[in-house]
């Protein structure tokens, strides 16, 4: 008989839930997500990170999805579901930097957003907002209403 392999589905949290900060808005997700991001890569490459939530809006983790080149990176549907699943999410923040500074969703912006929220309907796992984020600021979809 052929073997196959065990499939392991393990999270174990390195912060206690009680510490984890929780996430009211955008300005302050966009705070959290500047933490995280490697500033020089900010101003050089596209990258493509999310951020996961419980139900209590509070953040799991933030996990970069890619990071691609000066205009564009790839962006995984799975794995940005996968991410959720494994953590137990009930709620994502998506953001991806502009090294340009250009503030506005593209067309190519605006097609992945409405993809992903299409999936987390049929995952029951919701996409809270996407931020763009540039060296000056950021934008969301949700507060500017470009999303609901």
């Not at 510490?19 to 966009?30: G, N, R, T, V």
Request: charge should be positive; charged fraction near 25%; include cysteine.
């Amino acid at each position: 008989m052929k073997k196959v392999s065990d499939i392991k589905i393990i999270y174990t949290p390195k912060i206690k839930h009680s510490k984890l900060p929780e996430i009211f808005s955008a300005h302050e997700a966009h705070l959290l997500f500047r933490k995280s991001w490697d500033i020089g890569k900010l101003y050089l490459v596209e990258q493509f990170k999310a951020m996961y939530l419980n139900s209590n809006g509070k953040v799991l983790g933030i996990y970069e999805i890619s990071s691609g080149g000066l205009t564009y990176t790839q962006v995984d549907t799975r794995l940005i579901f996968l991410g959720a699943i494994k953590c137990c999410a009930t709620s994502i923040i998506l953001a991806h930097n502009h090294p340009s500074g250009n503030r506005e969703p593209s067309d190519s912006d605006l097609r992945i957003t409405r993809r992903l929220k299409e999936a987390g309907r049929l995952l029951e796992i919701n996409i809270w907002d996407h931020l763009i984020i540039t060296p000056e600021g950021y934008t969301s979809m949700r507060v500017s209403k470009i999303i609901r």
